[in-house]
């Protein structure tokens, strides 16, 4: 069954849980001195995961910048994932759909567009990159860093650069059944030639589903 987490419905599972591990049961006595706030413990992200929220997006596209801001619905799965970008008044404005073989970008009144890499196809559309394959795992707050070693996001480890150059900034957390899950996600990346452009993503997470 899916499991719906609304931040300000969290605070109860919180306290429950906080007193089941101090209830002295011998069972749960190694659960004590988990730290749920530390980077050494492990987080096990899932392939399976649904995000809601919002984002605000500003960039340079040919010697301009330019800005945008709305909803947007994740849904992933090991081998498919749906995202669709929302206008604020809740308006679909494109729905991407991934496959391991092809990406299809729809949007309205427009023809639908096929092609093997993702970030390519949205970027051509959208005229801004949206790093489809580092957020599946990113917006849990798994990532690799520039040195290929994997990085464990924390309220004590906030911040990490890929190793594709984006440098992720986990601002804010709420309480998740077993770990903290990322609230305010802060993603930026300069360009690396006149070909690319500079991007600074903004993303508030209003609702996980497990």
């Not at 749920?36 to 919002?54: H, L, M, N, Q, W």
């Not at 949007?107 to 990159?129: F, H, V, Y």
Request: charged content about 20%; hydrophobic content about 35%.
């Amino acid at each position: 069954m899916k499991k719906t987490f609304h931040p300000y419905k969290i605070g109860m599972f919180a306290v429950f849980l906080f007193s089941i591990m101090l209830s002295g049961c011998s069972s749960f006595q190694s659960m004590e001195k988990l730290n749920i706030f530390s980077s050494d413990t492990p987080r096990s992200c899932s392939e399976k995961a649904g995000v809601k929220g919002r984002f605000s997006i500003h960039y340079q596209a040919d010697g301009k910048e330019e800005s945008l801001h709305g909803g947007f619905d994740w849904k992933q799965a090991p081998d498919y994932t749906v995202i669709t970008l929302l206008s604020p008044l809740g308006q679909s404005m494109a729905k991407i759909e991934i496959t391991p073989q092809l990406t299809t970008f729809i949007a309205p009144n427009k023809a639908p567009r096929s092609a093997a890499n993702a970030e390519e196809l949205i970027k051509s559309e959208l005229g801004w990159t949206l790093p489809v394959t580092g957020l599946k795992d990113w917006l849990q707050g798994c990532a690799t860093d520039m040195q290929g070693k994997p990085f464990i996001a924390s309220p004590e480890s906030k911040q990490v650069i890929t190793r594709d150059g984006w440098q992720i900034d986990y601002i804010t957390w709420i309480e998740g059944p077993v770990m903290p899950l990322p609230k305010r996600i802060n993603l930026t990346k300069g360009s690396s030639d006149s070909r690319d452009v500079d991007i600074n993503l903004k993303l508030v997470i209003d609702e996980w589903h497990f």
